[in-house]
């Protein structure tokens, strides 16, 4: 069974960094590409990063190229997202979603619970 | 445009057929993929591709369609346990190449 667990989240200050974390199990990590998809409290999904299996290629929203950062570590099958110079509206939930293969590409076919970042003084 | 949009809210009576929209232009070259997320949880997929559904999905129950600049996601017999979130997500080949609609929050009364 497929699972993936974030971990990471917590209260950061504004300015204030925080690495974020997913650990993926039951399925060949480095078959799939892997991104983070994000939630405000209370809003809709907001996709954030994707990393392609093999790390080489990497994408980001527009809106948070510069300070956000996705990695991944596929001995271990890990995922990761830096985060960086941090501001309340990056509150949110943040959720790893594993990305489909052959006909299911290009959608997300299983999410972690979600780790939540609050970003307050 | 680099957006989908869906309407905030709607409503159907259990047993009823109820159709969630989401417009976009991407959506005249790429197809939409539709979760639903319940409160507390993570979101969950219910169709992929042009009609496509994951294991564990009812396919008598969701379907999904395509014309010009709106895909639509119907729910036939709508269940009590349909109540929920549903957020389409495509491509935009001029921006992000991932985009989430604004979703939808289905009420069954």
């Known amino acids: 069974e497929v699972h993936l667990v974030e971990s990471g989240g917590g209260l950061v200050k504004p300015g204030g960094s925080l690495r974020l974390s997913c650990a993926a199990s039951?399925?060949?990590?480095?078959?799939?590409?892997m991104n983070w998809v994000r939630q405000a409290p209370g809003k809709g999904l907001e996709w954030v990063a994707s990393?392609?299996?093999?790390?080489?290629?990497?994408l980001y929203a527009d809106s948070l190229k510069d300070r956000f950062s996705i990695s991944r570590d596929n001995p271990t099958n890990s995922l990761y997202l830096e985060m960086s110079s941090l501001r309340a509206e990056d509150t949110a939930l943040y959720y790893c979603?594993?990305?489909?293969?052959?006909?299911?590409?290009?959608?997300?076919?299983?999410w972690g619970q979600g780790t939540l970042v609050t970003v307050s003084p | 445009s680099s957006e989908l949009t869906q309407d905030p809210a709607v409503s159907v009576t259990l047993g009823q057929t109820v159709r969630i929209a989401c417009q976009g232009a991407?959506?005249?070259?790429?197809?939409a993929n539709w979760y639903q997320q319940k409160p507390g949880q993570g979101p969950i997929l219910v169709i992929f591709?042009?009609?496509?559904r994951p294991s564990g999905i009812p396919p008598d129950r969701f379907s999904a369609s395509r014309s010009g600049d709106t895909a639509s996601l119907t729910i036939t017999g709508t269940q009590a346990e349909d109540e929920a979130d549903y957020y389409c997500?495509?491509?935009?080949?001029?921006?992000?190449?991932?985009?989430f609609g604004g979703g939808t929050k289905l009420t069954v009364l």
């Open positions: 979603a594993r990305e489909g293969v052959g006909a299911n590409g290009g959608s997300f076919d299983h």
């Open positions: 039951g399925f060949v990590f480095g078959n799939h590409h």
């Open positions: 990393i392609t299996r093999d790390g080489r290629h990497i």
């Open positions: 991407g959506l005249r070259t790429y197809s």
């Open positions: 591709g042009e009609n496509n």
């Open positions: 997500q495509s491509r935009d080949s001029s921006g992000n190449p991932v985009l």
